[in-house]
């Protein structure tokens, strides 16, 4: 993938393998696929943001191609996803939201095979080293409690005055050891994205 928008891709994998003094198996893991980008808005107003949407298109692609290749499973066996962006300090939050936009989602939801749950998401401004915590929802069915989570996304270089901290994540499960109730993964229906 070359990009000219493109400065930095990065990927963090994220097992867990003990909770609450007990062994999780398998462990529990969570890939985040990340960009930091140009923004070629930085600085100005700009009525039409459509360059950015289409950004976000190109984008979700290849962070979701990331993300599942960093998992090391079959796109359809994803179970959760999330997304964020930090616009850096000379941006717009709405750069960030069109980054974000449902064009960033559908070639998610090609790669994934599925996906009819909304991805939850995250916007913020900031500067270099920002952290963000991109919320997690499973693809298929937005009620399924044991995965309501989150992974921290921080990187220390990014994003610069000028820049956008794209991120996508990807898991394999819910959270390790959940016990609050509500519908199970064996109960998913699909048919709307929410049971």
Do not use: C
């Not at 941006?91 to 939201?97: F, P, Q, S, Y």
């Not at 960033?104 to 998401?121: M, N």
């Not at 989570?149 to 959270?175: C, F, K, N, Q, Y």
Request: hydrophobic content about 45%; glycine content about 10%; cysteine-free.
């Amino acid at each position: 993938m070359s990009d000219p928008l493109i400065r930095t891709l990065t990927v963090i994998l994220e097992e867990t393998h003990r909770e609450a003094d007990r062994a999780i198996h398998p462990p529990t893991r969570k890939a985040a696929a990340v960009a930091v980008i140009g923004n070629p808005f930085a600085g100005r107003f700009v009525e039409d943001l459509s360059e950015l949407i289409e950004v976000g298109a190109m984008l979700g692609r290849l962070l979701a191609e990331r993300a599942v290749a960093a998992l090391g499973i079959p796109g359809g066996t994803v179970h959760s996803f999330g997304k964020a962006a930090i616009v850096g300090e000379d941006g717009e939050l709405e750069h960030a939201a069109a980054i974000l936009h449902p064009k960033f989602g559908a070639p998610v939801r090609a790669v994934l095979e599925k996906g009819p749950a909304l991805i939850p998401s995250a916007k913020k401004r900031g500067g270099i080293g920002t952290a963000i915590d991109v919320p997690l929802g499973h693809k298929d069915a937005a009620y399924v409690r044991s995965h309501f989570d989150a992974m921290e996304v921080r990187l220390p270089h990014a994003p610069r005055r000028d820049e956008i901290l794209v991120a996508l994540v990807l898991t394999d499960s819910g959270r390790p050891l959940p016990r609050v109730g509500g519908l199970t993964v064996d109960q998913i229906e699909g048919r709307d994205g929410l049971r």
